[in-house]
């Protein structure tokens, strides 16, 4: 596999991997753009609303449903704004920074980015262990080691196809919303008390912190990063009339994916607040919630459901926040590793955290990691949401397809509140800090991070309005097309040359010549590794799949003007199997295929191409150094 992208399509595996145009049924078209609205729902409704939720619920009933409604609205127009990046301009979020930003702020952006994902998965990580904990009893620090393990299932679910993945996670969304549909029954909340919670109000400073949590529960970056990719999934027409069609229906699709998340979201803060608050219990645990559900409702099914569904939400948002760690490394770094141990080492991003915690501090501290682990989302939000907008609005890119005056407004609007909850939050952190604490060097680190994240903040608001260089309009797919320096030298007949599309073709293809001979016959062989490509095969028509065949037939076509003979084959799926069958059917005599020298670890991460193919062919194969 590639170290660094040669191409970019978002979600390489699954890009353009659903046909919608294939579908002559009016019903089964529209179903088609259903899906990942669901994968990004799952975010918000994942083990970290969980925690704000209760806390919100059991400490101030129903007073913190409007921020739930307000933070649904939101998450509604960002998502909305995020599905269009995708479908108009077929960017996620990380490509188009990377074209607008300069480097060092894309490292930023990127590391921003990273810890979003880390902090989704540690409320991930934590909720599953809770889950296993409350159901089987197993110590939690077992419970977050077992987490690991579900790397498998993700892998498993990206190659049974991108549908099968989008079945797999509504599934576990309805295991979720008919557990608390049961357990709101079993509470009978006051419906007019419960009315009087969409009524704006913080009862006091605690209030607001956990406001800030919900909201950064609710609205997640990561979030934004994912929608913007998985949208790319389904294959349309780029017409007018088929960006109109894409944009429609997948407004749809998270409409009704959002409002389920957010009747979730409700249900566990009305159960809260019903169970716990109407008894002077202020619950602030998931664990303690679970315990006393069974005295308060007089069932053990409560209790079980209750388990049952922090298991279901927390695996389902794991799965949605490994894609979009892989959105964010492809996206910004132009790096793509091993699925698997893309895998992994978000997942130990967040294990490594959850164990420390849990060693020096023990159970009782779990639920405050919750919620902590929300507002570090919480804080990363403009940061995502200030170049969305920006995105969207360039009529340069976005052409007629840019959002209108009013959802600009409200879209800068809701990007001020989100940044002025959070400062308001963290001066409200600080300022304790501040009267307590005599330490200058922590002072001093506050201070110098508070002043360079707004100087941040600043810059990707005012960057893209006053930078004299404007943003290409399309990712360059490759280096800059140059003629290719060809040496002659004949010997096969037939030489088969794996090209990776970077900078060393011209050398892979001078030392095919070397061997060659006037008659020779040299065949092209490139692997589409897209995520369209890994699903679809041979119907995939993505844009990534397009631009290599571009790039091929021109190297076909230099090749032939230059009097030589030769054709180019794509391959698709798996690089190694792909070239090993390609050379096979074309009944090469040799194969030329070029070497990294990767050792050791890179070996691990970006896997063997060389080993797997010339133990499953017979023919002789030069292998190139082309890079350290």
Do not use: C
Not at 159 to 171: H, N, P, Q, T, V
Not at 602 to 621: A, C, F, M, Q
């Amino acid at each position: 596999m590639m170290n660094k992208l040669q191409s970019d399509r978002s979600l390489s595996e699954v890009h353009a991997s659903v046909d919608v145009s294939k579908h002559n049924n009016r019903w089964k078209r529209i179903l088609s753009f259903f899906g990942p609205a669901y994968l990004v729902s799952v975010g918000y409704m994942d083990p970290g609303n969980w925690a704000t939720d209760l806390a919100g619920g059991s400490k101030f009933g129903y007073a913190l449903l409007w921020v739930l409604l307000m933070s649904n609205i939101m998450a509604l127009l960002l998502q909305s704004l995020s599905a269009r990046l995708g479908i108009v301009r077929g960017r996620d979020l990380a490509q188009a920074n990377r074209e607008t930003y300069p480097k060092g702020v894309n490292f930023v952006l990127y590391i921003l980015a990273e810890i979003a994902i880390a902090a989704t998965d540690l409320a991930e990580v934590l909720g599953m262990a809770i889950g296993i904990h409350l159901l089987t009893g197993l110590p939690l620090i077992w419970g977050v080691g077992i987490t690991v393990f579900d790397t498998l299932l993700l892998l498993m679910l990206q190659r049974l196809g991108m549908r099968k993945m989008e079945a797999f996670i509504i599934g576990l969304v309805a295991v979720v919303a008919v557990s608390f549909l049961v357990q709101i029954v079993m509470a009978k909340p006051v419906p007019s008390e419960l009315i009087k919670g969409f009524i704006p109000g913080f009862p006091d400073n605690e209030a607001l912190y956990i406001a800030i949590g919900i909201i950064g529960a609710t609205v997640m970056p990561h979030n934004l990063y994912l929608h913007s990719a998985l949208v790319q999934t389904r294959k349309i027409t780029k017409s007018v009339t088929g960006i109109k069609q894409a944009l429609k229906w997948s407004f749809v699709d998270l409409t009704v994916a959002l409002n389920i998340a957010f009747l979730v979201n409700a249900a566990i803060l009305v159960l809260a607040a019903a169970v716990f608050f109407k008894n002077g219990l202020g619950v602030a645990e998931i664990g303690e919630a679970h315990r006393l559900l069974e005295g308060m409702l007089g069932s053990k099914l409560a209790p079980m459901l209750f388990a049952v569904a922090l298991i279901a939400a927390g695996q389902s948002s794991t799965i949605t926040g490994t894609l979009a760690g892989q959105i964010v490394m492809e996206g910004y770094l132009r790096l793509r590793i091993n699925p698997w141990m893309r895998r992994l080492l978000t997942r130990l991003l967040a294990i490594i955290p959850a164990i420390v915690v849990i060693g020096l501090f023990g159970d009782d501290e779990v639920d405050s990691l919750l919620i902590f682990s929300q507002v570090v989302l919480s804080m990363q939000l403009g940061f995502a949401v200030i170049p969305l907008i920006h995105f969207v609005s360039d009529k340069k890119t976005m052409g007629q397809f840019a959002i209108k005056p009013a959802v600009k407004i409200a879209a800068w609007l809701i990007a001020s509140v989100l940044v002025y909850l959070n400062i308001k939050m963290v001066l409200s952190q600080t300022t304790g800090f501040f009267e307590e604490s005599g330490s200058l060097f922590w002072k001093t680190v506050i201070i110098a991070g508070g002043v360079f994240f707004l100087g941040l903040l600043a810059y990707i608001i005012f960057f893209p309005l006053f930078a004299k260089r404007q943003a290409a309009s399309s990712i360059e797919m490759h280096p800059e097309l140059t003629g290719l320096q060809l040496m002659d030298a004949p010997r096969y007949q037939k030489i088969a040359v794996a090209l990776e599309f970077g900078e060393h073709d011209s050398q892979l293809i001078a030392h095919a010549i070397g061997q060659g001979k006037a008659d020779t016959e040299y065949i092209l062989i490139h692997v589409v590794e897209s995520a369209s490509a890994r699903m679809l095969g041979l119907e995939s028509d993505d844009f990534e799949t397009r631009n290599d065949e571009q790039r091929l037939q021109f190297y076909v076509q230099q090749l032939q003007e230059k009097g030589y003979n030769a054709k180019g084959h794509l391959g698709f799926r798996n690089r190694s199997k792909e070239i090993v069958r390609l050379v096979t059917e074309q009944q090469a005599d040799l194969l030329v295929i070029g070497a990294h020298r990767h050792k050791g670890l890179k070996d691990w991460l970006y896997g063997e191409t060389i080993n797997s193919v010339r133990h499953d062919i017979s023919i002789p194969v030069l292998v190139v150094n082309v890079g350290a």
